[in-house]
Structures are given as C-alpha cells and as structure tokens.
C-alpha cells in the first residue's frame, strides 16, 4: 500500500491473554519503529529496527513486550500476560533509514490495545 | 534525559486567527526538532523540522526557528483555517547520529479553528 498499515485498529482483550500488532511498513524502508501513545500523553519509543535486526529496544518496559521483524519488512510486536496499564494506541512508523537530517518518519494509523 | 514540554491544550481559535504553539526541549548535544500533526481519523505526519540552531522550518503556512538560546520551537501560523484543526506534537530526535530517528514528543496540543 501507498502508507504504513496496522493490522488490527482495535482490539479488545483480557488481563493475561497475548497479543500480537502487525505493521506492515512502506515498501523499500529499512528503519521501522514501534511507539505507545497513552490517554493524553505523546508517543513513547518502545523499539527501532534496521533491516531485521532491533537496533534499539532501550523502550520495551519489560520483558512482557517482545518484537520482530524476521524479513526486514512486516514487523509484528507482541504483549505476552496482558495488563491494565498496557491499554494505549501503538503506534508504527517507517522511513528510508537515511541518515539523521535527511528523513522522516512515515506513522501508521495505530492499533488501539484495551485490556480489561 | 531529552524532554519536550508544550502548551498544554485545548486551543479554540476563530478563522484567520494568529497561532501560537509553544514548546521547549531539554536535550543533551544538538537534536534536529520537529513538529508532527495528526488530524482527525489520520496518523502522525510531518509538518516541519529544522536540523540546527536558527534554523526555520516551513511548511503549509506553518512556521518555527531552532532556537537554541531559549531552547525553544514555537509553531507560529498568520491566519488559520478550520482545516488546520488537528493535535500537533512537538518532537525531538536523539542526537547519536546515523538512521535511529528515535523521537521525544511532547503531550500533544488539541488546536480547533471555528468558521
């Protein structure tokens, strides 16, 4: 497609069930990222990926969160023991991967987590 | 740690109104800043950035200078139209270099611009 597409735009689980977030980027980017956006809050960086490899996961908040990218293009980010204070809107963006000053992130429309 | 901190909303403007955004940074080194808009149904896109100090970036009638002096990238527009509704995000990237644009967003501002 023309942009980022996020697969589902909501989803609606219970407290302990796994979760998965698909982010399909925009064809040709290498740099892929993951941000959580709560109620009221900015976007938070949670993961960046170069190619398949997570270059920086300096923002998953716990061992519970765990992404991929196994072909360097869809990635899919995955919430193992859901909780309350998970429900938030993840976001996906993608770029060219060009060095800093010459690109820019392209976000997705995110996918809305709600944990009851 | 890097840090934004905007104008908290909501805005409500009428048409043709002056706008002022205002955000300011905390940041070690020299990070390139941003403004990101979302509007209503839509993800994040970029408005406008600039990459060092003094520098303007522009877009759509929107403006903001790389103040470096007052740590500061106030959005400014002249006259806005309702179609500029929307919550705008100032932003940050980290400075380490190479492609990781690793973002720090300020809480977003709401801006509604009544006919």
């Known amino acids: 497609g023309a942009g980022v597409s996020q697969t589902p735009s909501n989803k609606v689980t219970e407290k302990g069930k796994y979760v998965e977030l698909r982010c399909d980027p925009i064809s040709g980017h290498t740099a892929l990222y993951w941000y959580r956006q709560s109620l009221g809050q900015g976007p938070e960086f949670l993961i960046y990926f170069q190619g398949t490899g997570a270059a920086d996961d300096s923002g998953l908040p716990n061992d519970r969160f765990f992404a991929v990218r196994p072909e360097g293009s869809v990635s899919t980010l995955k919430i193992q023991r859901t909780e309350r204070g998970d429900s938030a809107v993840y976001l996906c963006?993608?770029?060219?991967?060009?060095?800093?000053?010459?690109?820019?992130?392209?976000f997705g429309e995110g996918s809305r987590l709600t944990v009851l | 740690g890097n840090s934004v901190t905007q104008m908290e909303g909501p805005v409500t403007l009428s048409e043709e109104a002056f706008l002022t955004i205002n955000c300011t940074y905390t940041a070690t080194g020299y990070p390139s800043l941003f403004w990101y808009v979302q509007y209503p149904g839509e993800g994040l896109q970029l408005l406008l950035k600039?990459?060092?100090?003094?520098d303007k970036g522009s877009n759509k009638g929107f403006e903001a200078t790389y103040r470096k002096e007052t740590t500061s990238f106030h959005l400014e527009k002249g006259s806005v139209q309702v179609s500029d509704s929307a919550v705008y995000f100032c932003?940050?990237?980290?400075?380490?270099?190479?492609?990781?644009?690793?973002?720090?967003f300020g809480k977003g501002t709401l801006l509604t611009v009544n006919p």
């Open positions: 932003a940050l990237s980290d400075d380490s270099g190479g492609s990781n644009y690793k973002l720090t």
């Open positions: 963006a993608s770029s060219t991967g060009l060095p800093r000053g010459t690109g820019e992130l392209f």
């Open positions: 600039a990459t060092k100090a003094d």
